[in-house]
């Protein structure tokens, strides 16, 4: 039930919402007009505002209440205008919130604070002391779906959205008994005043046009635009090694696969040694001898083709072999705990002294390093009482042994976990800048789209750092992304990463299974976010590379409406007898997704992971897609021989192949009851009739066609035996 307007209510509202808050601040009912639902939780008085402090500064307040981090909830608020004026308990100061009530959306954002002159009488400060304000909450009640990246809670009919308008706003939800409350939160140590959220209630078919609204209005990365691409479902062409010299081979099997994006690594472009030790360099690879130039007359022939070629980056990363490290450590690299020389060090000391206790500090292998000004030292362990550093080793990475006075702030260098060959800048330093300047001056020569990867590599606050980190690097792309992906994200990365994470390469023994465990996993979730993942980088692993791998996983990936990557392989093109089966099935399956080809119906069916399919070329020379199930024992369970069994027009059919070679299959049918096809539409292939069975041709794919039953076909195909190897 509606709860009771009364003269201090204030009501906040556009064509969709009306938000009743009382006078006290506690936040009455939030109603989509069009439908007049109640879409809070009302009655569980929470205020629409609060603000938090590290403790109690007044000096009556500080001696009443304990001194430890407090949240004060808003108890008071009037409206002037376009402003709230909201007061809270026991703190003695005021926010000033401003509003802009757009059609589509109502935006909040935090103006000022109004301190009076004896708020603070004496004390020697900057008032008022805010670490963090709420500038939004509401407890909404739970609906069929809730998507924790864009914080978004909706059913069919209705959705309820709280975004920010900004980099600098902390979006969250808090889980409750039957409702979330959705929060927006200015941080002081991020940015105070000036951050913004914004308030959607809509119908939820209207949704990604109110956030169109919000990015067009506060001059935001356009998330829904690129969402909206014809692009953003295509799978790509992987190379870590495309070069002037070779790009028409790689542009060979991305066509003959079918794939138009191609995404190249920037070792493609860059040198690099060592993992990922030269990145930051940026210093072109000897096969770009006029650089740059060079660039953009590779990447003309790529879009020549149709192709559109993208960038893959760690944007977060500096190599240990780079200049930015040896000889010298650069003063921006981030260190994760700070620590005070207690002692002098000199140039041949192993022991390094510190006034802070070491005790939790970073063992990981490879990670323990310590940097005091532009020198790098390692260290065995540490011990406390007195606080060191013990087996230091000086000048690691290349960099020059230094002494260093007591007194000196340095700390534990923020190395990598993954490999340990690179380092994390740090963003509160004018690096990240200087590092994306780098990788746009080689995005701006022709590329389209990007990868971000290693986003996760930045220093605290995460939700903060992982995006923004992102977003400087967008800022400078010119032109702007068709879309992003990346390998970490958080809420504002929403409006320019247009898909989500691609997860890294399974092994072809768990290729299937990793597919049920992550990527179709997630698909779902991220349905619920308006948007997609990549399936993952698929490697090609030579013969153990199938078929029906790549079958499966891009058939789940359509599924869910997403594309996947292949990581090319040009030995294992070359010398794999299946390859043409294998980028065939890629090909297929990347024109379905271009040509929109498969029905809401057929999606839900692929969504069953247990279930698997083939899309077939039939007779007509249309796509047509049916489930299939492995035949096991096919060879008497031989790894040589792959089959699969599938019904159509009232006939059984088995598509067959040999996993690494051309031989002979014998199998106890008779000639006439079956027919062997290339593909479903083809003269039928000639068939060896011996006396108590058929020889067939055991190669690349073919379909057997029979009237017999299944069980007579797999039984038939399990009592089989491989023959001799053809030539």
Same mark, same amino acid.
């Given at each position: 039930m509606e709860r009771i307007i009364d003269k201090k209510d204030i009501i906040i509202e556009n064509e969709h919402l009306r938000l009743v808050v009382g006078g006290d601040c506690?936040?009455?009912s939030l109603i989509h007009k069009p439908t007049g639902e109640e879409c809070l939780a009302t009655g !569980? !008085?929470? #205020?629409?505002f609060s603000v938090t402090q590290e403790r109690p500064f007044n000096n009556e307040v500080k001696l009443a209440h304990p001194n430890k981090r407090t949240i004060f909830q808003a108890n008071r608020i009037y409206r002037d205008g376009n402003k709230l004026i909201v007061g809270f308990e026991i703190t003695p100061y005021e926010a000033v919130i401003e509003i802009v009530e757009k059609p589509m959306y109502i935006g909040f954002s935090l103006a000022d604070f109004i301190v009076h002159p004896t708020d603070y009488g004496g004390l020697r400060m900057s008032p008022p002391p805010v670490a963090e304000m709420r500038i939004l909450q509401l407890p909404v009640k739970n609906r069929a779906k809730f998507g924790e990246w864009l914080n978004v809670s909706f059913d069919d009919h209705i959705a309820v959205n709280v975004l920010s308008t900004s980099p600098y706003a902390k979006i969250? $939800? /808090?889980?409750r008994k039957g409702y979330r409350v959705l929060t927006a939160d200015a941080i002081r140590d991020i940015k105070l005043k000036g951050t913004g959220a914004a308030l959607i209630t809509c119908a939820t078919s209207n949704l990604l046009d109110a956030v169109e609204k919000i990015e067009n209005d506060y001059d935001l990365p356009?998330?829904?635009? $690129?969402?909206? $691409? $014809?692009?953003? *479902?295509?799978? #790509?062409?992987?190379s870590a090694d495309i070069n002037p010299n070779n790009v028409d081979e790689h542009i060979h099997y991305a066509k003959l696969s079918g794939l138009s994006c191609m995404l190249l690594?920037?070792?493609?472009?860059?040198?690099?040694?060592g993992g990922y030790g030269l990145n930051g360099n940026y210093d072109y690879r000897p096969e770009y001898p006029n650089g740059r130039q060079d660039l953009v007359k590779m990447l003309e022939k790529i879009k020549n083709t149709g192709i559109t070629p993208g960038l893959h980056f760690l944007h977060t990363h500096i190599g240990l072999l780079s200049r930015y490290v040896t000889p010298v450590a650069d003063h921006r690299l981030n260190v994760t705990r700070r620590f005070t020389l207690a002692k002098a060090l000199e140039k041949d000391d192993t022991v390094v002294y510190v006034e802070q206790n070491p005790e939790g500090t970073v063992m990981a292998d490879r990670c323990r390093v310590l940097m005091f000004g532009g020198e790098l030292i390692s260290y065995e362990s540490y011990e406390t009482g007195p606080n060191r550093f013990i087996g230091c080793k000086r000048g690691q990475h290349g960099t020059m042994i230094e002494s260093h006075p007591m007194g000196l702030t340095g700390g534990i260098l923020d190395v990598s976990e993954f490999g340990g060959t690179s380092v994390y800048l740090d963003q509160n330093s004018s690096i990240q800048d200087e590092i994306a300047n780098k990788i746009a001056d080689a995005y701006n020569a022709g590329f389209q789209f990007v990868y971000y990867d290693g986003s /996760?590599?930045? *220093?605290?606050?995460?939700?903060f750092h992982v995006p923004n980190a992102q977003y400087i690097v967008y800022k400078k792309l010119d032109p702007s992304p068709i879309f992003t992906e990346g390998a970490a994200k958080a809420h504002f990365s929403w409006h320019f990463l247009s898909g989500g994470n691609a997860f890294d390469i399974f092994q072809p023994h768990e290729f299937k299974e990793k597919i049920k465990e992550f990527p179709a996993e997630e698909a779902p979730r991220m349905q619920q976010d308006f948007t997609r993942l990549n399936f993952g980088w698929w490697g090609f692993w030579g013969p153990g590379t199938q078929p029906d791998m790549f079958e499966y996983g891009t058939s789940r990936a359509a599924a869910w409406d997403c594309p996947a990557t292949v990581r090319e392989n040009l030995a294992a093109f070359k010398s794999h007898p299946r390859t043409n089966d294998i980028l065939e099935v890629i090909r297929r399956w990347e024109d379905v997704r271009a040509k929109n080809w498969l029905t809401e119906e057929q999606k839900r069916k692929l969504q069953n992971l247990e279930q698997e399919h083939i899309l077939l070329i039939n007779e007509k020379g249309d796509y047509e897609l049916v489930p299939y199930d492995q035949i096991k024992g096919a060879a008497g369970g031989s790894e040589e021989i792959l089959a699969f069994i599938f019904e159509r027009n009232d006939e059984n059919y088995v598509v067959y192949w040999h996993t690494s070679k051309s031989a002979n299959l014998f199998i106890p049918l008779d000639a006439k009851d079956v027919s062997l096809h290339k593909e479903l539409g083809d003269e039928p292939i000639a068939l060896t009739s011996l006396e108590d069975g058929i020889t067939i041709p055991a190669a690349g794919r073919c379909y057997l066609k029979s009237k017999l039953s299944k069980k007579e076909l797999v039984q038939a195909f399990e009592k089989g035996t491989i023959g001799e190897v053809t030539r």
């Amino acid at each position: 039930m509606e709860r009771i307007i009364d003269k201090k209510d204030i009501i906040i509202e556009n064509e969709h919402l009306r938000l009743v808050v009382g006078g006290d601040c506690i936040t009455k009912s939030l109603i989509h007009k069009p439908t007049g639902e109640e879409c809070l939780a009302t009655g !569980e !008085e929470i #205020a629409l505002f609060s603000v938090t402090q590290e403790r109690p500064f007044n000096n009556e307040v500080k001696l009443a209440h304990p001194n430890k981090r407090t949240i004060f909830q808003a108890n008071r608020i009037y409206r002037d205008g376009n402003k709230l004026i909201v007061g809270f308990e026991i703190t003695p100061y005021e926010a000033v919130i401003e509003i802009v009530e757009k059609p589509m959306y109502i935006g909040f954002s935090l103006a000022d604070f109004i301190v009076h002159p004896t708020d603070y009488g004496g004390l020697r400060m900057s008032p008022p002391p805010v670490a963090e304000m709420r500038i939004l909450q509401l407890p909404v009640k739970n609906r069929a779906k809730f998507g924790e990246w864009l914080n978004v809670s909706f059913d069919d009919h209705i959705a309820v959205n709280v975004l920010s308008t900004s980099p600098y706003a902390k979006i969250d $939800s /808090e889980r409750r008994k039957g409702y979330r409350v959705l929060t927006a939160d200015a941080i002081r140590d991020i940015k105070l005043k000036g951050t913004g959220a914004a308030l959607i209630t809509c119908a939820t078919s209207n949704l990604l046009d109110a956030v169109e609204k919000i990015e067009n209005d506060y001059d935001l990365p356009k998330g829904v635009q $690129s969402r909206r $691409s $014809s692009m953003i *479902n295509r799978s #790509a062409y992987w190379s870590a090694d495309i070069n002037p010299n070779n790009v028409d081979e790689h542009i060979h099997y991305a066509k003959l696969s079918g794939l138009s994006c191609m995404l190249l690594y920037y070792t493609c472009v860059f040198q690099e040694r060592g993992g990922y030790g030269l990145n930051g360099n940026y210093d072109y690879r000897p096969e770009y001898p006029n650089g740059r130039q060079d660039l953009v007359k590779m990447l003309e022939k790529i879009k020549n083709t149709g192709i559109t070629p993208g960038l893959h980056f760690l944007h977060t990363h500096i190599g240990l072999l780079s200049r930015y490290v040896t000889p010298v450590a650069d003063h921006r690299l981030n260190v994760t705990r700070r620590f005070t020389l207690a002692k002098a060090l000199e140039k041949d000391d192993t022991v390094v002294y510190v006034e802070q206790n070491p005790e939790g500090t970073v063992m990981a292998d490879r990670c323990r390093v310590l940097m005091f000004g532009g020198e790098l030292i390692s260290y065995e362990s540490y011990e406390t009482g007195p606080n060191r550093f013990i087996g230091c080793k000086r000048g690691q990475h290349g960099t020059m042994i230094e002494s260093h006075p007591m007194g000196l702030t340095g700390g534990i260098l923020d190395v990598s976990e993954f490999g340990g060959t690179s380092v994390y800048l740090d963003q509160n330093s004018s690096i990240q800048d200087e590092i994306a300047n780098k990788i746009a001056d080689a995005y701006n020569a022709g590329f389209q789209f990007v990868y971000y990867d290693g986003s /996760e590599g930045t *220093n605290p606050p995460f939700e903060f750092h992982v995006p923004n980190a992102q977003y400087i690097v967008y800022k400078k792309l010119d032109p702007s992304p068709i879309f992003t992906e990346g390998a970490a994200k958080a809420h504002f990365s929403w409006h320019f990463l247009s898909g989500g994470n691609a997860f890294d390469i399974f092994q072809p023994h768990e290729f299937k299974e990793k597919i049920k465990e992550f990527p179709a996993e997630e698909a779902p979730r991220m349905q619920q976010d308006f948007t997609r993942l990549n399936f993952g980088w698929w490697g090609f692993w030579g013969p153990g590379t199938q078929p029906d791998m790549f079958e499966y996983g891009t058939s789940r990936a359509a599924a869910w409406d997403c594309p996947a990557t292949v990581r090319e392989n040009l030995a294992a093109f070359k010398s794999h007898p299946r390859t043409n089966d294998i980028l065939e099935v890629i090909r297929r399956w990347e024109d379905v997704r271009a040509k929109n080809w498969l029905t809401e119906e057929q999606k839900r069916k692929l969504q069953n992971l247990e279930q698997e399919h083939i899309l077939l070329i039939n007779e007509k020379g249309d796509y047509e897609l049916v489930p299939y199930d492995q035949i096991k024992g096919a060879a008497g369970g031989s790894e040589e021989i792959l089959a699969f069994i599938f019904e159509r027009n009232d006939e059984n059919y088995v598509v067959y192949w040999h996993t690494s070679k051309s031989a002979n299959l014998f199998i106890p049918l008779d000639a006439k009851d079956v027919s062997l096809h290339k593909e479903l539409g083809d003269e039928p292939i000639a068939l060896t009739s011996l006396e108590d069975g058929i020889t067939i041709p055991a190669a690349g794919r073919c379909y057997l066609k029979s009237k017999l039953s299944k069980k007579e076909l797999v039984q038939a195909f399990e009592k089989g035996t491989i023959g001799e190897v053809t030539r």
